[in-house]
């Protein structure tokens, strides 16, 4: 088997417009080569970026991937560094999607989802919305896999996984300084002072914690009485 390091080692380009990979989609890429947690699996990707962390579910295995972004441009990005690592083999679909709103259901859904610039007046909202709608594209006891900032609320996450039918397992956590835009954003900077342990000063240095998330299903099926006409 190849080593977690080597696992790491791809061929990226990125334009203007893309996501270039921060620490925290370095720390996911790296709990994803020093685990095995898609060999075998279907698997949708959200917010796929330059490829980095599709790239290595292709390379641990996974049985297929749909891979997705929010623009076509964004999405070609993924695919031309996707191709160039891997070849034009693989079973992978690229598709421009807005989030969970695409077709089909898989076994895990991985992503680093946008926060700290969502865009979004709840600026969880794709944490979320992940959490909550994730079950409409698993299969029955299928898995949501993602990293998060301690800035968003690890507390917050856990309840609602947990409200929301997932088991709650940290695969990996590590820390490291506020990167640069986060201190751009007064707003941001405000409504992190509201969240527990969101962050700590180390040496008058703002450090965030980063957690890998793996959330799995719990069986479940709806209550008797539920009223639930054509819903997934
Ligand atoms: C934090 S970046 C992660 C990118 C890449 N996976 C990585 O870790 O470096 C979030 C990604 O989600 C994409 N994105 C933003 N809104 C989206 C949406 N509504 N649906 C799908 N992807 C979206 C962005 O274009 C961006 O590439």
């Known amino acids: 088997m190849e080593s977690a390091d080597s696992l790491l080692q791809m061929d990226l380009s990125a334009g203007s417009d893309d996501w270039s990979p921060t620490p925290h989609g370095h720390w996911l890429a790296r709990m994803l080569a020093e685990n095995d947690l898609v060999r075998g699996r279907d698997v949708l990707e959200l917010g796929a970026g330059v ?29 031309e560094n996707f191709e160039r690592n891997c070849g034009t083999e693989a079973d992978i679909r690229f598709r421009v ?7 089909g259901r898989f076994d895990t859904v ?56 997932f088991d709650v397992e940290v695969v990996g956590t590590t820390s490291g300084p506020f990167r640069d835009y986060y201190f751009e954003d007064q707003e941001f900077l405000k409504e992190i002072e509201d969240v527990d342990g969101g962050y700590e000063l180390r040496d008058g240095v703002y450090h965030e914690h980063l957690r890998v998330y793996r959330g799995k299903l719990r069986e479940w099926a709806p209550h008797s009485n539920a009223h639930t006409p054509g819903q997934s």
């Open 110 to 165: 991985v992503s680093n989802p946008p926060f700290c610039q969502s865009g979004k007046q709840n600026r969880r909202y794709f944490l979320d919305s992940l959490i909550l709608d994730a079950h409409k594209r698993l299969r029955p006891r299928g898995e949501i896999i993602f990293i998060q900032s301690s800035m968003a609320d690890f507390g917050e996450t856990e309840r609602r996984m947990d409200r929301n039918g």
């Open 51 to 79: 490829a980095n962390h599709t790239i290595l579910i292709h390379w641990q295995g996974a049985r297929s991937i749909v891979a997705t972004e929010i623009t076509e441009q964004l999405l070609e990005t993924t695919r």
């Open 97 to 103: 999607a807005d989030w969970l709103s695409t077709e």
